[in-house]
């Protein structure tokens, strides 16, 4: 056999055999990286959906707060609780947000005045029910009554009677007060995840407190903080010092303007492989996460006006 006709040696197979090897090595290498770097992307995105998708409901919430009240000054009966948007601030633990806002586009007057008792009766109750919550309002103060009973011929509206001793106007609603459908609703963050399977989560109570379950809005939201803006000199504008995280602080005791929220969500699965290197980020007075996790997170701020309470910042 001549050596044209010869096959190869056993040491060229050999490194013929270990270049392929480290060629399929790069590859493969190469393929993980960028199987791992989609993952990754996965989840930022993922991440990023679970606070942009809450975001805009709250948007639409606080931008239809305080129905028919320019001052904010909005109270409810059954509790005495005052102001349209209340902030139970924590530094330590997510903040809490009760906020009423307009329920549709159902709006009536009272067709006769209100002092005091358990009815009201208003020009159309065709659109309410039993279980809705009213708020009367003559555009400077406001009261929520919750609807027991409602006949739509008569327009009489059985309401629960007031239980402590609301701050009416002089002499009381007089007819031709606006009567509006609204709903009181509180957020917050349940960190357990009890509604999503471990998932800490972004919570919606429909009537605050009331009888009603909360339902989760958003799985992976583990954070919500909460600034109040006054423009307490008048100029117009909100200045940094014209933030504060719970209303009343000295100079900012006056009519919110607008509200400033930031959720920080994070990804539904740790990341695989490496040591625990993330943190919750700080946000607003919250202080940033002292133990690392595996957890990649997106933190989203948005800045709401207020638009029935004294206009645009």
Same mark, same amino acid.
């Given at each position: 056999?001549?050596?044209?006709?010869?096959?190869?040696?056993?040491?060229?197979?050999?490194?013929?055999?270990?270049?392929?090897?480290?060629?399929?090595?790069?590859?493969?290498?190469?393929?993980?990286?960028?199987?791992?770097?989609?993952?990754?992307?996965?989840?930022?995105?993922?991440?990023?959906?679970?606070?942009?998708?809450?975001?805009?409901?709250?948007?639409?919430?606080?931008?239809?707060?305080?129905?028919?009240?320019?001052?904010?000054?909005?109270?409810?009966?059954?509790?005495?609780? %005052? =102001?349209? +948007?209340? @902030? !139970?601030?924590?530094?330590?633990? /997510?903040?809490?947000?009760?906020?009423?806002? $307009?329920? #549709?586009?159902?709006?009536?007057?009272?067709?006769?005045?209100?002092?005091?008792?358990?009815?009201?009766?208003?020009?159309?109750?065709?659109?309410?029910?039993?279980?809705?919550?009213?708020?009367?309002?003559?555009?400077?103060?406001?009261?929520?009554?919750?609807?027991?009973?409602?006949?739509?011929? %008569? =327009?009489? +509206?059985? @309401? !629960?009677?007031?239980?402590?001793? /609301?701050?009416?106007?002089?002499?009381?609603? $007089?007819? #031709?007060?606006?009567?509006?459908?609204?709903?009181?609703?509180?957020?917050?963050?349940?960190?357990?995840?009890?509604?999503?399977?471990?998932?800490?989560?972004?919570?919606?109570?429909?009537?605050?407190?009331?009888?009603?379950?909360?339902?989760?809005?958003?799985?992976?939201?583990?954070?919500?903080?909460?600034?109040?803006?006054?423009?307490?000199?008048?100029?117009?504008?909100?200045?940094?010092?014209?933030?504060?995280?719970?209303? #009343?602080?000295?100079?900012?005791?006056?009519?919110?303007?607008?509200?400033?929220?930031?959720?920080?969500?994070?990804?539904?699965?740790?990341?695989?492989?490496?040591?625990?290197?993330?943190?919750?980020?700080?946000?607003?007075?919250?202080?940033?996460?002292?133990?690392?996790?595996?957890?990649?997170?997106?933190?989203?701020?948005?800045?709401?006006?207020?638009?029935?309470?004294?206009?645009?910042?």
């Amino acid at each position: 056999m001549t050596r044209a006709e010869g096959g190869f040696t056993l040491v060229e197979l050999m490194v013929a055999l270990s270049l392929f090897s480290v060629a399929i090595a790069g590859a493969l290498t190469v393929a993980v990286a960028m199987t791992t770097g989609l993952k990754d992307q996965r989840t930022v995105v993922t991440a990023e959906a679970s606070v942009r998708g809450p975001m805009d409901l709250l948007a639409s919430t606080f931008r239809n707060a305080s129905p028919g009240v320019s001052t904010g000054t909005i109270q409810d009966v059954a509790t005495c609780t %005052s =102001g349209a +948007v209340i @902030v !139970t601030n924590s530094t330590s633990a /997510p903040d809490v947000i009760d906020v009423v806002s $307009a329920s #549709g586009t159902v709006i009536t007057t009272l067709r006769s005045g209100y002092t005091s008792g358990s009815t009201l009766t208003v020009g159309d109750a065709s659109q309410l029910a039993a279980g809705d919550t009213l708020l009367v309002t003559d555009t400077q103060v406001g009261h929520l009554f919750s609807a027991t009973a409602v006949n739509a011929s %008569s =327009g009489v +509206v059985t @309401v !629960t009677a007031p239980a402590c001793s /609301p701050s009416f106007p002089s002499g009381g609603y $007089a007819a #031709g007060s606006l009567v509006v459908k609204v709903r009181r609703a509180r957020y917050f963050i349940d960190p357990t995840g009890a509604a999503t399977d471990g998932t800490p989560a972004l919570m919606v109570d429909p009537d605050a407190g009331g009888p009603a379950a909360a339902e989760p809005i958003a799985a992976g939201v583990e954070d919500l903080q909460v600034s109040l803006g006054v423009d307490s000199d008048g100029d117009g504008t909100i200045g940094t010092a014209e933030w504060a995280f719970s209303q #009343g602080i000295g100079a900012l005791a006056g009519t919110l303007r607008a509200v400033r929220i930031t959720l920080v969500a994070r990804a539904d699965r740790e990341l695989v492989g490496g040591g625990a290197s993330f943190l919750r980020p700080a946000a607003e007075d919250h202080p940033v996460a002292s133990t690392p996790d595996r957890f990649r997170r997106r933190a989203l701020t948005s800045t709401f006006e207020l638009r029935n309470m004294g206009g645009s910042p």
